[in-house]
């Protein structure tokens, strides 16, 4: 069965059609148009969802559970059209899709089964103490409680997990806060089809149907209505540091400010430890440009730095990573945008001074194929350029001259999403040197690995500190990601009847 867009934005159940429309850009097979958003439908959708709140989140952990279940079963029910539409649009091979979308489908059933086991309420208690000196004190209890309406913001290199009903859709559901979708203008179809099996699985379970809208389109002005938005409460983004800024701007200027929750990239810098190189600097090489390569380098978790001692070990890393990656073919990035980004960050770190050219190639309008570079621990010092994501498959090779300029690059780093440090037993007191240094600059230490492929479970953070998000306490993957969408309250004194259920004492 064959998926064909009809371009309306679902708004609390009702797809609504407007006058003026954008046409997809997709990467092979026909475009279609789609009606473009406006500040009404995000008042009417925040309105909506508002009202979904007073039920929803009060519902049951068990309620909220298997609506989440019920999404997850609705979007595999599709899976076939969602890849179909999901390949068009954006070049991605099947595989990924498939793989995304189990990705999607498993973060949603293990939120699920996170708040059906109540851990992430962090019930507290302090029992009434009459003769407590100097003054009685009342019976305390508290938890967390979902705080309203979220916005989130579609990504463009995640049609699925980072979109519609992804990673930040699945936390705020399971919180029990109603969600607003501002959908990604390089998928639409996706978001739609996706937004299908959202609505057939309100409808299954009976949820408020302002649980859940989407508005795609709308450019600039769609984006700021949302989040300046009174009702709206929290804000989950994926995205650019520019416009990401732009937005976390708007909130903090807001009458009253909310949480803006943005995931804004990183370089993801490796730190290779002198015996590691000596032992396995060609497989680590070869390694690394698999992982830098990987999906047309359009992963947030791309690692684009790696960080050696000069020397003949650097050599032999450097001459394998550069010939894994010359047999690496041209892959379609996901929008004509992102090539171009691509091509001009291709531009400023080869004509910057101190940089020279391992590895050219043809980037051609929407196909990318990988460049390498390398550079001196001094001139990365100087140039702060050299740090800023390139979202692509090049790679930077930093040669610094021993450990002390290695632990300089690594002073020097921005917020990253990962740091990474390739190390053999001998390497041990080198890297505990560093390691202080890269926690405060990253939500992941990754050892001996490489930080593409992100698991979702309850341990993984995926976060750090700004510019790699804009809330280092946070993360966007993972069940702790379910915080975000939470506030502590506490009850005090109030009579057992009144208490919420998961307060209430046990029978």
């Given at each position: 069965m064959t998926f064909t867009p009809h371009g309306k934005h679902p708004i609390a159940g009702a797809w609504i059609a407007t006058d003026d429309t954008f046409a997809s850009e997709p990467a092979n097979g026909p475009a279609h148009d789609v009606s473009v958003g406006s500040p009404a439908l995000i008042d009417k959708a925040a309105q909506a969802a508002e009202e979904a709140f007073l039920s929803y989140g009060y519902a049951s952990r068990a309620d909220r559970a298997a609506f989440l279940d019920t999404i997850a079963d609705e979007i595999e029910a599709r899976g076939n059209e969602i890849t179909a539409i999901g390949t068009s649009e954006t070049g991605l091979p099947e595989a990924r899709l498939q793989g995304v979308r189990g990705r999607t489908t498993g973060q949603l059933r293990l939120f699920a089964e996170h708040i059906r086991k109540g851990d992430y309420l962090d019930r507290r208690h302090d029992a009434a103490l009459p003769d407590h000196e100097p003054l009685p004190r009342p019976d305390l209890r508290a938890m967390q409680r979902p705080i309203g309406p979220i916005a989130v913001f579609g990504a463009s290199n995640f049609p699925l997990a980072f979109s519609t009903a992804g990673g930040d859709t699945?936390?705020?559901?399971?919180?029990?806060?109603?969600?607003?979708?501002?959908?990604?203008?390089?998928?639409?179809?996706?978001?739609?089809?996706?937004?299908?099996?959202?609505?057939?699985?309100?409808?299954?379970?009976?949820?408020?149907?302002?649980?859940?809208?989407?508005?795609?389109?709308?450019?600039?002005?769609?984006?700021?209505?949302?989040?300046?938005?009174?009702?709206?409460?929290?804000?989950?983004?994926?995205?650019?540091?520019?416009?990401?800024?732009?937005?976390?701007?708007?909130?903090?200027?807001?009458?009253?400010?909310?949480?803006?929750?943005?995931?804004?990239?990183?370089?993801?810098?490796?730190?290779?430890?002198?015996?590691?190189?000596?032992?396995?600097?060609?497989?680590?090489?070869?390694?690394?440009?698999?992982?830098?390569?990987?999906?047309?380098?359009?992963?947030?978790?791309?690692?684009?730095?790696a960080i050696v001692i000069d020397g003949p070990e650097a050599d032999t890393f450097t001459e394998a990573a550069r010939a894994a990656l010359a047999k690496t073919g041209a892959q379609v990035m996901l929008t004509d945008g992102i090539a171009r980004a691509y091509r001009d960050g291709r531009d400023r770190v080869a004509a910057s001074s101190g940089v020279q050219e391992v590895l050219s190639s043809t980037c051609d309008r929407r196909n990318a194929t990988p460049y390498l570079y390398e550079t001196d621990g001094k001139t990365w010092l100087a140039n702060e350029a050299l740090g800023e994501e390139m979202f692509g498959p090049l790679g930077l090779i930093v040669r610094v001259a021993d450990l002390t300029g290695m632990e300089q690059v690594a002073a020097s780093l921005k917020g990253q999403l990962t740091c990474t440090l390739h190390m053999d037993d001998g390497d041990t007191n080198a890297a505990r040197?560093?390691?202080?240094?890269?926690?405060?600059?990253?939500?992941?230490?990754?050892?001996?690995?490489?930080?593409?492929?992100?698991?979702?479970?309850?341990?993984?953070?995926?976060?750090?500190?700004?510019?790699?998000?804009?809330?280092?306490?946070?993360?966007?993957?993972?069940?702790?990601?379910?915080?975000?969408?939470?506030?502590?309250?506490?009850?005090?004194?109030?009579?057992?009847a009144i208490l919420p259920d998961d307060l209430k004492p046990a029978e």
């Open positions: 699945a936390a705020a559901l399971a919180a029990g806060c109603p969600v607003v979708v501002k959908g990604h203008g390089a998928h639409p179809g996706t978001g739609e089809i996706v937004a299908e099996a959202i609505h057939a699985a309100i409808q299954k379970c009976g949820v408020h149907r302002g649980v859940f809208s989407l508005v795609q389109g709308g450019y600039r002005q769609v984006g700021q209505a949302l989040v300046q938005h009174p009702l709206i409460k929290a804000v989950g983004f994926t995205g650019s540091l520019t416009g990401g800024r732009a937005l976390f701007d708007l909130c903090a200027q807001r009458p009253e400010p909310i949480p803006f929750f943005g995931e804004l990239g990183s370089v993801n810098p490796m730190f290779l430890m002198p015996e590691a190189v000596a032992a396995r600097g060609a497989a680590i090489g070869e390694g690394w440009a698999g992982s830098l390569a990987m999906g047309a380098g359009q992963f947030c978790t791309n690692p684009g730095i040197r560093l390691l202080p240094v890269l926690e405060r600059k990253a939500g992941r230490l990754v050892a001996n690995g490489f930080p593409t492929g992100v698991e979702v479970c309850d341990a993984m953070v995926h976060g750090g500190p700004y510019p790699a998000s804009t809330n280092f306490g946070a993360t966007s993957v993972g069940t702790l990601s379910i915080r975000r969408f939470l506030r502590p309250v506490c009850y005090q004194g109030l009579p057992e």
